[in-house]
């Protein structure tokens, strides 16, 4: 028998069900996230003429990415573990610590301490804030929480930036990672008395934390790290070699049917729903990260606009990310199958026009492309949640929610390595030429074209299988 419909509750439900305080608090968490790398990027120049280490300063967002895929990953075993309560106050309060280890920072090898506590406390709350959604909001409220959650993350694309020019202009750039911190504080304060009913565990979860296979994910995610920042043609491809080695040796590890497992069953493998729907997100997340790596340098190079514009241009992404999930958050369930195919048909277009728009211009025509992009996210980002923890069974429900976020900025880990070899081959350096500017613009699209093309097979097993966590494990064998 096939599954009823949910239907798709209004703005003025979900206000009135009693839930507004509890979708705020997860929003604030998602804020310190989604605003963290915007206000830091902003900030940097004044903490380099500061402490210097500008040869260290990509590891700044590298470490904060490695932290926050590896707390990701942990987020729903430890809710599962030892409630969502008491875990995402931990997230929250390691973020806060973070912060405030950045704020004291001598030198740039303790901002990088503070970075990835930053890393491990954000990823945890952005993860966390996935598996509350399915855990406290029923799912005919899924897509209006979600429309929200992509509001505030618009939102921050213009306010990080913001924040950190505030605080470089008046020449305090610790006052940036003080404000984060006291908004980490309170809000570890918040969820600590919002979500008592969710202190304790589940019943069924037992075991230890899987420390050496988190060890493993981070050294695969550090290998990768490092091949997208020292990029050479003979290391860089080396070190993705080996990071993905070690990433599928950590999903052979995980896989082995434990009730202390990390992601979902099967996550990856096309042949099987939440599997190819993590595939579809990986392989989407590393095709579509050559525009925000390359976009605003190529921009600069070949029409000489200021970095400011092409900040913009790339924030029109986040701006129809939201405005597409506003406008579909009163689909339907029977219609998420249409708007996740047609998400990422959207998307693989958007790559396309990018390969034509970054080398030939105009401005306007890349930022049309931009807009496209995020359109495809955003009319599918939410139904595609809603239907991998539909077809997920029971146990893997939390899982998937956390895998989501996690796989998908792993997908851009991989992506910025590998676009990042694409543009060293073709020629970028930091005196291109807009010749070589116009050949590496091309390239890094075509590159990820095949990247794209895997994630729409990945689309259509996913909007056509089920899963129910592999047939209860393929019906015990």
């Known amino acids: 028998m096939s599954r009823p419909e949910q239907a798709v509750l209004g703005w003025g439900d979900l206000l009135r069900s009693g839930s507004f305080s509890r979708l705020a608090l997860i929003c604030t968490g998602v804020w310190l996230h989604a605003a963290d790398a915007l206000m830091v990027a902003t900030l940097i120049p004044s903490i380099l003429a500061d402490i210097g280490g500008a040869a260290l300063v990509a590891w700044t967002i590298a470490l904060y990415e490695i932290g926050s895929i590896a707390a990701g990953a942990a987020s729903a075993l430890l809710s599962l573990r030892f409630g969502l309560q008491r875990v995402m106050t931990l997230a929250a309060l390691l973020y806060g610590v973070g912060c405030i280890v950045s704020a004291l920072a001598p030198d740039m090898p303790v901002m990088l301490m503070g970075r990835l506590f930053q890393g491990l406390g954000g990823g945890g709350l952005m993860a966390l804030a996935f598996v509350a959604i399915n855990r406290l909001f029923p799912r005919e409220h899924m897509p209006r929480v979600m429309a929200v959650l992509s509001i505030l993350w618009g939102a921050s694309a213009f306010s990080g930036p913001l924040v950190g020019g505030v605080f470089a202009e008046l020449e305090i750039w610790r006052g940036g990672f003080w404000f984060f911190a006291v908004q980490a504080f309170a809000l570890s304060v918040w969820i600590f008395f919002g979500l008592r ?281």
């Open 197 to 477: 009913d969710q202190a304790s565990g589940e019943e069924n979860h037992e075991g230890r934390i899987p420390i050496l296979r988190l060890l493993v994910l981070t050294t695969g995610v550090l290998a990768i790290a490092v091949a997208g920042i020292e990029v050479s043609l003979l290391w860089s491809p080396l070190l993705v070699l080996a990071g993905l080695a070690i990433l599928a040796m950590f999903l052979r590890m995980d896989s082995r049917r434990h009730a202390n497992r990390l992601l979902p069953l099967r996550p990856l493998d096309p042949r099987h729903g939440v599997g190819a729907a993590l595939l579809m997100l990986f392989c989407f997340a590393a095709s579509t990260i050559a525009i925000s790596a390359y976009g605003p340098v190529l921009m600069t190079i070949l029409f000489d606009t200021s970095a400011l514009v092409a900040g913009y241009i790339l924030a029109l992404s986040a701006i129809s990310w939201t405005v597409a999930a506003v406008v579909t958050s009163g689909a339907p369930e029977r219609r998420d199958r249409w708007l996740i195919m047609t998400g990422m048909i959207v998307l693989t277009v958007s790559i396309v026009g990018f390969l034509y728009a970054i080398p030939n211009g105009p401005l306007s025509l890349i930022a049309v492309v931009a807009v496209l992009e995020g359109a495809g996210f955003g009319m599918a980002w939410t139904f595609i949640l809603r239907r991998a923890t539909a077809i997920a069974g029971d146990e893997d429900k939390d899982r998937i929610a956390s895998a989501m976020p996690t796989i998908q900025r792993l997908g851009y880990a991989v992506g910025a390595a590998y676009v990042g070899i694409i543009a060293n081959a073709a020629g970028f350096s930091d005196d291109t030429a807009p010749e070589i500017a116009r050949s590496v613009g091309f390239w890094i699209f075509a590159g990820t074209l095949p990247l794209a093309a895997l994630g729409l097979v990945a689309a259509w097993a996913f909007i056509r299988g089920e899963d129910k966590s592999v047939a209860k494990v393929d019906s015990a064998a």
